[in-house]
């Protein structure tokens, strides 16, 4: 997940150097973020579905592989196509990799005990932002894009290896029918949670797509400052993720509904404070924190829909992060051009508004699920 996550994520905080380096705008350089998302969400509810009767370690280093390649054709081109082609093929493959994952994870445990597995494997997603973005940011600033671009590569390269020693053979022992498991898209449970997801995360990552572009023109950080916030920003998404694997095996529904509030009430602080430097620490560390709260959110949310089809639903998930990612990211960047990068908070804001009455419609319509 480390591995998979570095190559999505760790572009966020080299988006104004590939911006220069390409000779394009932040906002195109964007694209780097909302398409990789784009491919995730289109292949979310299809591939997982076509490897779900492979074995597992097979499937997890063929996606290994691409992700190599993919990573080795980006350090050494100078077309921007080339690297936003580079990007978005092994994109179509992610959902296939952290599918198996989360369902491996909850399926090692009791029922109710599986959002404290999954959690744990969702602190992989937090170090890819931990390490993986600020330690890509810093390398960009401090030796060249190129050399920063080299550490997906090094990285997946080691994640293959790993996965190649140490990863048993995991042949599927019982595989559902296709139908089964997209019967599912005939509820409207389904839908409503595909919505929540959708609007909970492009309200997160809408916003920390363009966090870097926003410390330095709203904040005036300094580079390195930036790579430190960034950092902070990951370390609390682990912390996050902890408290979420709590949070949901004790107050899961409770946890699910409050979430949108608490985080509406922190972006619109930090639009208040932005151009203070000790307060948006402050505020992007309890941010940090919410992140990964709400990465497991998402993921309980859409799992708890559709328990008996965990593959498709983890695909679902996916696709619907992803393509609130997209969503997001492309609302944000159109603001960033409009009006300026301070107001791209209210994307966030709205989303979660959206997000919220998702959830409570669900929580109002279907509370035998609960």
């Not at 994952?101 to 969702?122: D, G, Q, R």
């Not at 950080?221 to 004790?250: F, P």
């Amino acid at each position: 997940m480390f591995g998979i996550i570095n190559t999505e994520m760790g572009v966020i905080g080299i988006l104004p150097n590939l911006a220069d380096y390409f000779d394009v705008s932040v906002s195109t350089a964007g694209l780097l973020v909302s398409l990789f998302a784009l491919g995730i969400a289109i292949s979310g509810p299809t591939l997982p579905l076509v490897f779900s009767r492979i074995n597992r370690k097979k499937v997890m280093l063929l996606v290994l592989a691409i992700f190599i390649i993919s990573n080795i054709i980006s350090v050494f081109t100078s077309h921007f196509t080339v690297v936003l082609v580079a990007r978005v093929i092994p994109a179509f493959f992610h959902p296939v990799y952290v599918s198996i994952a989360l369902s491996v994870a909850a399926a090692s445990v009791s029922e109710k005990e599986a959002p404290k597995a999954i959690s744990k494997v969702f602190i992989g997603v937090s170090a890819g932002m931990v390490l993986g973005v600020p330690v890509v940011s810093f390398l960009a600033n401090t030796v060249s894009l190129e050399v920063a671009m080299s550490f997906f590569a090094v990285v997946n390269i080691f994640t293959f290896i790993a996965t190649l020693i140490y990863v048993p053979s995991m042949p599927v022992q019982e595989s559902l029918s296709y139908g089964s498991q997209l019967k599912i898209l005939t509820h409207g449970i389904t839908w409503l949670s595909i919505l929540a997801v959708l609007f909970l995360n492009a309200a997160i990552f809408g916003v920390y797509s363009y966090l870097a572009e926003y410390l330095g023109v709203v904040t005036n950080m300094s580079a390195n400052v930036i790579s430190i916030m960034l950092l902070v920003y990951g370390l609390a998404n682990i912390v996050g993720n902890m408290i979420a694997g709590r949070l949901l095996t004790d107050y899961p529904i409770r946890s699910v509904t409050i979430f949108p509030i608490v985080l509406a009430a922190v972006y619109l602080i930090f639009y208040f404070v932005a151009e203070l430097t000790v307060p948006t620490a402050i505020i992007i560390l309890v941010w940090g924190i919410l992140g990964g709260v709400g990465a497991n959110i998402n993921q309980y949310w859409m799992m708890s829909a559709a328990p008996k089809a965990p593959d498709f639903a983890n695909g679902l998930f996916l696709t619907s992060v992803n393509l609130g990612t997209t969503i997001g990211a492309g609302v944000a960047g159109v603001i960033i051009a409009q009006l300026g990068t301070k107001y791209i908070l209210f994307v966030g804001v709205l989303s979660l508004v959206i997000g919220f009455i998702c959830i409570i419609l669900r929580n109002s319509l279907y509370k035998h699920a609960a």
